[in-house]
């Protein structure tokens, strides 16, 4: 019985792995392997950068923002502000004070460091992946000849793969089996 969630499927990575190092290794020359390689470690390297930077510019944002919040607060805490309230009927009632709960907090600092990092990071990292796919895409569209003989080895492998899939539908029997 085999699991519907990603993490728990490896004995089917396994087999699309096995099954993408043989069209490597037959389809493709040393030079093509090596171009792979150099494509893929730009996706990362992008990746990474993209989320260093990401992050690094989210710390700056919050750190921004706190400094505005803790201005706007000096500000309203300066400002000269009413003490009390007089109503038509003549009676007066206090207005109270509302600078302490209006001033800035360290929950909120800690809430806005992490969003806005988390939200760098995640920005970034995507952004980086977008630039190391572009990269990773001209590097191997440099060679027009490799890039022919890359594509062939990924459509072979694609066949193969929903040759496989094909194969694990035929073999089981109801809906239950499918969704299993």
Not at 75 to 103: I, S
Not at 150 to 174: C, N, P, T
Request: aromatic share 8%; hydrophobic share 40%.
């Amino acid at each position: 019985m085999s699991s519907n969630l990603a993490a728990f499927r490896d004995q089917r990575s396994a087999e699309l792995r096995k099954l993408a190092e043989e069209h490597l290794q037959h389809d493709l020359s040393q030079s093509d392997r090596d171009t792979l390689r150099s494509a893929g470690s730009k996706i990362g390297t992008h990746a990474k950068l993209g989320s260093l930077l990401g992050l690094g510019l989210g710390v700056l944002c919050a750190a921004r923002l706190r400094s505005m919040r803790l201005a706007y607060f000096n500000a309203f805490r300066a400002m000269e502000k009413p003490v009390e309230v007089k109503f038509a009927d003549g009676r007066t009632a206090p207005v109270p004070d509302l600078a302490d709960q209006l001033a800035p907090s360290k929950w909120g600092d800690a809430a806005t460091y992490f969003f806005f990092s988390v939200g760098g990071l995640f920005l970034g990292g995507e952004l980086g992946f977008m630039t190391g796919t572009m990269s990773a895409s001209r590097t191997i569209t440099r060679d027009p000849e490799s890039r022919k003989r890359i594509e062939k080895a990924f459509r072979g492998y694609q066949i193969d793969v929903m040759k496989q899939q094909i194969k694990h539908l035929e073999g089981q029997s109801g809906v239950t089996d499918i969704f299993s």
